[in-house]
């Protein structure tokens, strides 16, 4: 199983957390791959860089194939996180997309091996699990919240998509997300 790893990470306590959930959930299953973008070298560490020319195209180029590459995305959407954002909308455009061109494959009348490879890539597309997470102490179950008396939000964009992304589920507890990957694993 392939696993993208995204969430927040400009910090070191957001590596610090990455890198828990990674450890964490290879202990789940010893058959997964990773992509990380905090572990790709050439794009991240920013030490051994000489200047920044094209880097934002290295960083879109590497983490856009490492999504598309993954079978399973497990997010944590950050409020601060604007380049998991970013990803989190690259799923969606790419399962909308993926929908639309099987529409059009359903209605056609002639297949080919073109065809065949496109109806594969966005079967992949369509079925990739993703999980977001969001580990924020003020989030609650159970609460009856109003008006300005609330302990905790997110964007209703960024959930709307998460809801679309899990079909329905919204988001995941952490311990529901190692629970899933042990099942599929």
């Not at 306590?13 to 058959?31: F, H, I, Y």
């Not at 594969?120 to 699990?129: A, G, H, L, M, P």
């Amino acid at each position: 199983m392939k696993i993208y790893n995204a969430g927040h990470m400009l910090t070191r306590g957001a590596q610090m957390q990455r890198q828990v959930e990674k450890d964490e959930l290879n202990r789940v299953s010893s058959v997964l791959e990773w992509y990380d973008p905090k572990d790709n070298k050439e794009i991240n560490d920013k030490s051994n860089l000489n200047n920044n020319e094209g880097l934002a195209e290295k960083i879109v180029r590497h983490d856009t194939d490492a999504l598309l590459w993954s079978d399973v995305v497990v997010i944590e959407p950050l409020p601060e996180a604007l380049g998991t954002h970013v990803e989190l909308g690259q799923l969606k455009g790419l399962r909308d997309a993926s929908i639309a061109i099987l529409n059009l494959l359903d209605n056609s009348a002639t297949s080919d091996d073109f065809i065949t490879k496109v109806a594969e890539f966005c079967t992949k597309q369509i079925n990739r699990e993703v999980y977001p997470h969001y580990e924020d102490i003020r989030r609650f179950k159970g609460a009856n919240e109003s008006e300005d008396r609330r302990s905790w939000g997110i964007n209703q964009y960024v959930y709307g998509v998460c809801l679309d992304l899990t079909r329905g589920k919204g988001l995941y507890d952490w311990s529901e997300v190692l629970t899933e990957l042990d099942h599929e694993s």
